[in-house]
């Protein structure tokens, strides 16, 4: 019997697995691997399927060096910058998004962290969707304090998303202006607010399988169960634009691994997914049960419409409020 057999049978009946358990993955025969992930996905989160959107709330500028990003001040990239989004604009969206039929919506901002004031104009918004949508709210605004996380979640905010993007070892290869404890220390005050937290990274920065093994080693001991697999998209003027774009098999490696690691987990196929020839179909047969749908932060990514059609394709139910 192989080790993915083996190692899934065992988690069906409560095992979690160890670090080497998992690497011990890495080179078993992929469509074994993916199979054995699908069941897992099966067996833990049944065919439920958890879809959300994004907009971008305020672009460019961002203080922060992260080498992948279009919006950093460091490169020279062609983003537009603008200022946090009124009121008026973020609910709209929101509303739209609901009667797409989506179950989450999240507006991401540029930058380290807001404002005081940037928190209280977006609270104010958050209060605005609520009391005319059911939409299930999301934020990602930085390293924020405490205070200002209590405040989201006092506005409505149920969930934040702060990826840890890589492994500990490699993320100094990746970002300099801040640091992997400064991800998790904010994880952790999001959490002690009441926040629920989002958390993953991006795949094709250099790392190894270790690293992304690592990575979510750490994301599962951080009691975090919705996890964003991105895909570098290389963006020209940024230090990664010539990168190679993982093959969509090595995404699905990816995929399956995260859900033997966190098998009630929804592993999301979130930025990159409109790299992939099948827009993440064969992905979603390897253990992912969960989407960012719609455009991304800096790239056009797949409509709600196509994405819906692709989900009833292959069986699964998407998420309602």
Same mark, same amino acid.
């Given at each position: @019997? ?12 409560? *095992? ?25 996905? *099966? ?12 907009? $971008? ?16 001040? *460091?490169?020279? #990239? ?11 604009? +973020? ?11 989506? %179950? ?38 930085? +390293? ?18 702060? $990826? ?14 801040? #640091? *992997? ?15 629920? /937290? ?16 690592? @990575? /979510? @080693? ?27 774009? %993982? ?9 399956? +691994? ?13 930025? =990159? ?13 390897? =253990? ?9 932060? #800096? ?10 059609? @692709?989900?009833?394709? +292959? ?7």
């Amino acid at each position: @019997m192989s080790a993915a057999v083996t190692l899934k049978n065992k988690i069906f009946y409560g *095992y979690q697995i160890t670090r080497e358990d998992a690497l011990s993955l890495i080179n078993e025969n992929l469509q074994e691997l993916c199979d054995c992930a699908n069941e897992l996905r *099966y067996r833990f989160c049944g065919n439920s399927f958890d879809i959300c959107s994004i907009i $971008n709330g305020k672009g460019g500028k961002c203080s922060e060096d992260c080498k992948y990003c279009a919006q950093s001040v *460091y490169y020279h #990239t062609e983003v537009e910058e603008y200022p946090l989004h009124d009121s008026d604009r +973020l609910k709209k969206d929101a509303k739209y998004n609901q009667q797409m039929g989506i %179950l989450r919506y999240s507006v991401v901002t540029s930058g380290k962290r807001l404002s005081n004031r940037e928190i209280e104009e977006l609270c104010e918004s958050y209060r605005n969707i609520k009391t005319t949508c059911g939409i299930s709210l999301c934020a990602s605004h930085g +390293l924020l304090s405490f205070e200002q996380f209590k405040k989201l979640k006092n506005a409505g905010v149920a969930r934040y998303h702060n $990826n840890l993007e890589t492994s500990r070892r490699n993320f100094p290869n990746i970002c300099t202006t801040h #640091t *992997y404890d400064d991800k998790i220390n904010a994880i952790k005050a999001a959490q002690q607010a009441g926040l629920e /937290v989002c958390s993953g990274g991006i795949m094709g920065l250099g790392e190894t399988m270790e690293d992304r093994i690592d @990575m /979510v @080693m750490d994301i599962r001991n951080l009691g975090i169960s919705s996890v964003p697999v991105n895909i570098l998209n290389p963006i020209k003027g940024t230090p990664f634009e010539h990168l190679p774009v %993982l093959k969509i098999n090595e995404v699905r490696q990816i995929a399956a +691994l995260f859900r033997f690691i966190i098998p009630n987990a929804a592993i999301r196929l979130a930025g =990159g997914r409109g790299l992939l020839n099948d827009k993440g179909r064969a992905v979603f047969l390897s =253990g992912a049960n969960a989407a960012i749908s719609g455009d991304m932060l #800096t790239t056009s990514g797949i409509t709600v419409n196509e994405d819906m059609i @692709m989900l009833k394709e +292959l069986g699964f139910e998407v998420e309602k409020i």
